[in-house]
């Protein structure tokens, strides 16, 4: 596959998407696809843009989202947006997305749409939604009435009130639990080729945000679909964690190895809504064993307003997996003004044994990108990049755009956004990965990776 990347990061929308246009020009790309991502410099204009690219591009199949930043050949940007112009004629591609009623139809809807005997999908969605003011405030309420329902209730009781709670985060499209998202997508289309998922989310977030884009179109909180049938796609998954254990126990032990665990918790959780630790409303118990404090609606609303309300955490839940003896990490923090505590993944294989542990990405930086590798000088790499190495590693995070350029050389291209997650057939499998959260599904809350060369 033959590409062109080019950036801009003016002011104004339309000035940055015809800047786009006219470094586009000069390249010599004649698109069959059409890549769009965009910070949150551009947030709530990004159909402005969309609208100078659709008029220069028209039916060319186009996808992208709302991102932290972005690589490409010898560059590395997070402020601004990029475009990238994908030539390949022996390559079918197609874009399709859906924005139904709720999350989990959206997911039913588009995965009917696609199909793909070969290649690769890669789907593009967000791990979190925030809505804007008035959803949001919805969405508070919501938490705090359900919370309430909660007090003073047996075990049953309580679930079934979280499970009501998940139900309307459902209905409000808040989340899409990548493990549910990618064991029906696979499903879907016969569980031949991987599903790579994009998930979109910002490590300081904003009042309604993320945004995916498809056809020229700003979805909003819908889902998009991106597949590549193709001969002779490679897709390398990888993390930053050790091999999982062959029990569920030896996994357990390999986690107090390799993290300081600061708590073993006993956990109270229905769908993707923790309920309890230890008895314990969740932020209670955290703060008994780290100090952080729930922060109140007034304090989430100014930053939300201001674009640093931060998602990235240094405190982790490790949730393991009873399917595959697997650990999940995932980032707890005062995301909520009450109780109840809404996940990124669904519980329904969980072991209610958790642990608290203070995540340190010391001596990790080339695992961040482990996956990263070219093997073919002629194809196109696409990789997602997860943005709290950026965070971890600060000032130092600029030496990725060189080792990143040192293995891919280039005609390459990099998601700088939250964690990505995949469906991965198992001959695809380097190792025995402690992400995988179900039967061939990779999911954590943080260091795992994707390379995909077309």
């Known amino acids: 596959m033959k590409t062109s990347a080019v950036f801009t990061n003016l002011k104004d929308p339309k000035d940055a998407a015809r800047d786009l246009l006219g470094k586009a020009k000069s390249s010599g790309t004649e698109p069959e696809l059409v890549l769009f991502y965009a910070t949150l410099k551009y947030n709530g204009k990004y159909q402005k843009m969309l609208d100078v690219l659709q008029a220069e591009y028209g039916d060319i199949p186009q996808i992208g989202g709302s991102v932290d930043g972005m690589f490409f050949p010898h560059e590395m940007r997070t402020d601004g947006a990029a475009l990238?112009?994908?030539?390949?004629?022996?390559a079918k591609i197609t874009t399709?997305?859906?924005?139904e009623n709720t999350a989990s139809k959206s997911v039913e809807v588009l995965a009917e749409k696609v199909s793909c005997e070969k290649g690769a999908v890669l789907l593009h969605f967000p791990l979190v939604r925030v809505p804007g003011k008035m959803g949001a405030a919805e969405f508070w309420a919501r938490g705090t009435y359900y919370s309430y329902k909660c007090r003073g209730k047996t075990e049953i009781e309580k679930k079934k009130h979280a499970?009501?709670?998940?139900?309307?985060?459902?209905?409000?499209?808040?989340?899409?639990?990548p493990p549910t998202v990618l064991e029906l997508f696979a499903k879907k289309i016969g569980c031949k080729v991987p599903v790579i998922g994009i998930n979109l989310m910002h490590t300081q977030m904003q009042f309604d945000s993320p945004r995916v884009f498809c056809n020229f179109k700003d979805i909003r909180n819908g889902l998009a679909a991106l597949t590549i049938e193709k001969e002779d796609i490679s897709v390398t998954y990888d993390d930053i964690?050790?091999?999982?254990?062959?029990?569920?126990?030896?996994?357990?032990?390999?986690?107090r190895r390799a993290f300081k665990v600061v708590k073993e918790f006993r956990a109270n959780f229905e769908e993707n809504i923790l309920i309890s630790l230890d008895g314990k409303h969740v932020m209670e118990a955290i703060r008994d064993n780290t100090g952080l404090r729930a922060h109140d609606e007034?304090?989430?609303?100014?930053?939300?307003?201001?674009?640093?309300?931060q998602a990235v955490t240094p405190y982790v839940l490790m949730f393991f997996s009873e399917k595959t003896q697997g650990a999940i990490p995932h980032g707890v923090g005062s995301y909520y003004p009450f109780n109840l505590?809404?996940?990124?993944?669904?519980?329904?294989?969980?072991?209610?044994?958790?642990?608290l542990f203070h995540e340190s990405s010391e001596g990790l930086f080339d695992r961040f990108i482990s996956s990263v590798h070219k093997k073919d000088d002629t194809k196109f790499s696409i990789f997602g990049f997860d943005t709290c190495a950026i965070s971890a590693y600060g000032e130092h995070a600029y030496k990725y755009r060189d080792a990143?350029?040192?293995?891919?050389?280039?005609?390459?291209?990099?998601?700088?956004?939250?964690?990505?997650?995949?469906?991965?057939?198992?001959?695809?499998?380097?190792?025995?990965?402690?992400s995988e959260c179900m039967p061939d599904v990779y999911c954590a809350g943080g260091g795992t990776n994707f390379c995909l060369e077309i």
């Open 241 to 255: 964690y050790p091999d999982k254990g062959l029990s569920l126990e030896e996994t357990k032990e390999k986690v």
């Open 298 to 309: 007034t304090g989430i609303s100014t930053n939300l307003e201001r674009g640093d309300f």
């Open 163 to 177: 499970g009501d709670f998940a139900n309307y985060c459902d209905s409000a499209k808040i989340f899409y639990p």
């Open 404 to 434: 990143i350029r040192n293995r891919l050389v280039r005609n390459y291209f990099g998601i700088i956004s939250t964690t990505p997650s995949i469906y991965l057939p198992r001959k695809f499998s380097c190792r025995n990965y402690m």
């Open 96 to 99: 399709d997305c859906a924005s």
């Open 84 to 90: 990238v112009l994908c030539q390949d004629s022996e």
């Open 341 to 355: 505590f809404p996940m990124l993944l669904s519980t329904s294989c969980f072991s209610k044994d958790v642990f």
